[in-house]
């Protein structure tokens, strides 16, 4: 598709368990990043990717959370063990890359219930 | 520490009233300043960036303008499909993450 992909659209999951939440980028676009997104408040930076660089993983916030973006393309975020404050809009957005222009497009966004 | 200042945090309008929204930021440095819409239950969609003091960039009803400090998105003669979230954004460094502010929310009524 021509905009960032993202799966599911929304998660309902009981607390205490595994969610994977899916992104797949811009064709092209080598930087990819997921924001968290929670009620009333600023978009939360969690990780980066760029190209076959290291992450940048400062924003996840504690060991429960991790990322992996395979093939430099599709990333998958995963939360272990949920808890409800985990609950909240995940998004993911690309861009071309580093120094090649890096006007940043968002998805839709994966909305995550814990109950 | 950097940071994203943007106010009102809400903003009603009359269909044709114009105004202005603000994003302060005290940050190290800045490569670019970002402006998105979001609209309720969507990702945010990319409306301008800013790279310089003195730049402005307009697109429909929309202009957007930087100084040293501050960024103003200027809304002229708004219509009720203006009513969304206003983030804005900065970017300290070449493919560093977007620092965002916790957004404005216009409401334009008819």
């Known amino acids: 598709g021509a905009g960032v992909s993202q799966s599911p659209s929304n998660k309902v999951t009981e607390k205490g368990k595994d969610v994977e939440l899916r992104c797949d980028p811009i064709?092209?676009?080598?930087?990819l990043y997921w924001y968290r997104q929670s009620l009333g408040q600023g978009l939360e930076f969690l990780i980066y990717?760029?190209?076959?660089?290291?992450?940048?993983k400062s924003g996840l916030p504690s060991d429960r959370f991790s990322a992996e973006r395979t093939g430099g393309s599709v990333s998958t975020l995963t939360i272990q063990r949920t808890q409800q404050e985990d609950s909240a809009v995940y998004l993911c957005?690309?861009?071309?890359?580093?120094?090649?222009?890096?006007?940043?497009?968002f998805g839709e966004g994966s909305w995550l219930t814990v109950v | 520490e950097d940071q994203v200042t943007q106010s009102p945090e809400a903003l009603r309008l009359q269909e044709g009233e114009s105004s202005s929204l603000n994003c302060s930021y005290t940050?190290?440095?800045?490569?670019?300043l970002f402006w998105y819409r979001q609209d309720p239950g969507k990702g945010p969609e990319f409306l301008f960036t800013?790279?310089?003091a003195g730049e402005e960039k307009e697109k429909e009803r929309l202009k957007a303008t930087l100084t040293k400090k501050e960024s103003f998105l200027h809304i002229t003669a708004p219509k009720p499909e203006d009513s969304a979230t206003y983030l804005c954004?900065?970017?300290?460094?070449?493919?560093?993450?977007?620092?965002f502010g916790k957004g404005t929310t216009l409401s334009v009524s008819s």
């Open positions: 990717f760029q190209g076959n660089s290291a992450p940048d």
């Open positions: 800013l790279y310089s």
């Open positions: 940050v190290s440095g800045l490569r670019g």
């Open positions: 957005a690309s861009s071309q890359g580093r120094f090649s222009g890096n006007t940043i497009y």
């Open positions: 064709s092209g676009h080598t930087a």
């Open positions: 954004a900065v970017q300290i460094q070449a493919g560093t993450a977007l620092i």
